[in-house]
């Protein structure tokens, strides 16, 4: 799963209860009551590290400061240089109210940072002659259909790691995100209704549907299960002893990093652990830094080991050719102007997507890195392939400008070693400008809003079942004298429908850690009969994820839920 990069606190906006007024988001940060303030990290003093150069001698402060300002718990951070580990260490902690401190071996959800292992699965299947990366996915899946036939008779397996396949951004993620019922294979399946917005390879929209299908022709190809092949021939021959593959595998006083969010705008609190289960190629590892740095030397070796066969030549995980094509581009990415001045040194001359990895550059040097985002997680893995240089940072909070002030903290340190640019007071001033312009956003809408409007219907009128052609069904009942939204396969997705404005409802999600609330509208015929239900993200800076937009619900016939009178 991708994040959001500059947010630091929930998205959604606030509803006042049963005043059903949108509450503007920095009002309603100002009527909250002051956060429970992070513990201080445990520090010693800033410890000297003799394979570190001279600006990272302050590293020990410098996290402090970036666990502070993102009101993150706890990091974890691995740098690897020439083959050799030059730090892996852990700052802050596991949990909120608990003791026990990140280490190098915490495990943390590494999210979209699986995806690279997922290409890396596919092109050692090519090598070994289960598969060519420019075989039909129809050759593997004769089933595989997407909402176009010629796209269905033309995707290849190399498109569906690169992000190019017509879907819009995150088109499909509801069937997955957050945790659904479906099957890998019914996610699948359902990939036929899904949309397509944009021309076949002519655009980079990130998805994360098409990995659920690159991972049924991993286990198709090689006769395993996914987890299965990818510790057998990942993680064991890279060393990656510590990592699972998701979080079902986790076990009680396993050294593991817990979740957290900021909850409608107040204390960051740990999040419920996620299992992505019908989607595991997208984003379902679990790894350390410890085990990560041994993958970032894999790959900035093309994909040797340190070990040597009988024939003295060293053991490969994958073939430099493979590797190639992985770090090639695929994908050309627009590339955007900074959102604040102070940015600007970051844009790229080129941009784009590989197989599993983005590609870029910076101060003159090639990049090949990725993100994950998860809910309480976010992470980035970065490498400099000419410097033979690898940074990986964990996070338990869902800051991505926290990931992005030590990444760029590291790197400058041997990119640019003659300048010392204050990452977390740049990312803070980027994060306070997208909040505001989001806090606008809603102003907007509340601007807009007609508070003398009612629905056109009674309440109770509006209750039924409400189908999607991918997602499927959307039910809404009433329950004493309120609204109330479920989404048939997606426990948490359960909220209030409020009425905004004529026919449009807000649905605030029970599960406040969500930041998906929405807009709700109903579109009725010449008769009164509602026609149509869409929705959308109220906050623009909502995790794309929650593609809601892209549902067209339609009422199901002779299917409305019991009314409560009560």
């Known amino acids: 799963m991708h994040q959001r990069i500059l947010s630091v606190r929930p998205l959604s906006v606030r509803l006042a209860g049963c005043c059903a007024l949108l509450m503007v988001a920095t009002a309603t940060l100002a009527q909250a009551p002051a956060p429970r303030r992070l513990p201080p990290p445990v520090s010693t003093g800033d410890l000297v590290r003799p394979l570190m150069p001279a600006q990272l001698q302050d590293f ?29 260490q852990g700052f802050g ?63 290849r397996i190399r498109d569906l790691l690169a992000h190019r396949s017509g879907l819009s951004l995150g088109a499909g993620d509801l069937l997955y995100w957050p945790p659904t019922s479906y099957t890998t294979k019914e996610v699948v399946e359902r990939l036929a209704k899904v949309p397509l917005k944009n021309g076949f390879r002519s655009h980079y929209a990130y998805d994360n549907i098409l990995f659920a299908v690159a991972t049924l022709v991993i286990e198709q190809a090689s006769g395993q299960r996914y987890a299965d092949y990818v510790r057998e021939h990942l ?87 493979s590797h190639h094509e992985m770090w090639s581009m695929l994908t050309p990415i627009p590339i955007k102007p900074a959102s604040i001045p102070e940015l600007a040194q970051l844009t790229p001359d080129f941009y784009g997507y590989g197989e599993g990895w983005f590609l870029s550059d910076y101060m003159g040097q090639k990049l090949a890195w990725h993100t994950g985002g998860w809910p309480g997680f976010v992470s980035r893995v970065t490498m400099v392939p000419k410097l033979h240089l690898g940074v990986v940072v964990l996070t338990n909070q869902q800051s991505g400008a926290a990931f992005n002030a030590v990444t760029y903290r590291v790197l400058d340190a041997y990119l640019n070693p003659s300048h010392k640019t204050d990452w977390v007071a740049v990312y803070q001033k980027a994060v306070q400008q997208a909040e505001a312009k989001a806090d606008d956003s809603v102003a907007k809408h509340e601007q807009a809003r007609d508070p003398r409007s009612k629905p056109s219907l ?53 599960d406040r850690s969500l930041d998906a609330d929405a807009f709700v509208d109903f579109a009725l015929d010449m008769d009164g009969h509602i026609r149509e239900m869409r929705m959308q993200p109220i906050s623009p800076l909502t995790d794309f994820s929650f593609d809601f937009q892209d549902l067209r619900l339609v009422p199901v016939a002779n299917e409305h839920p019991p009314v409560s009178k009560h």
């Open 235 to 321: 993680f064991k021959p890279v060393g990656m002893d510590e990592s699972l593959i998701d979080m079902t595998y986790l076990k009680p006083g396993m050294d593991v990093a817990t979740g957290h969010a900021p909850y409608d705008f107040k204390d960051v609190e740990p999040v419920p652990p996620m299992a992505w289960l019908n989607d595991p190629g997208a984003g379902g590892i679990y790894a350390s830094v410890h085990d990560l740095a041994k993958w970032m030397n894999v790959q900035l070796a093309g994909g040797a080991l340190p070990t040597k066969d009988a024939d003295g030549k060293p053991q490969r995980v994958f073939s430099a050719k």
């Open 458 to 510: 009674p309440l109770a009128d509006y209750a039924g079942t409400y189908r999607d052609p991918w997602y499927g069904d959307v039910v809404i009942t009433s329950e004493h004298g309120k609204l109330r939204l479920r989404f048939s396969k997606t426990k948490q997705l359960i909220g209030t429908l409020t009425p905004w404005q004529h026919d449009s409802f807000t649905v605030r999600w029970d």
């Open 93 to 155: 902690v596991r949990e909120l109210g608990k003791p026990d401190r990140v280490d190098a071996h915490t495990l943390f959800a590494i999210a979209s940072n699986t995806k690279a292992f997922t290409a890396a699965a596919l092109q050692q299947l090519a090598e070994a002659g289960k598969l060519k990366m420019d075989d039909r996915v129809i050759d593997h899946l004769p089933w595989f259909r997407m909402s176009d036939p010629y796209v269905t008779h033309e995707m």
């Open 60 to 88: 020990d402060a410098y996290m402090a400061d970036t666990l502070s300002t993102f009101k993150v718990p706890g990091i974890a951070v691995a740098i690897v240089k020439d083959g050799k580990v030059v730090m892996e």
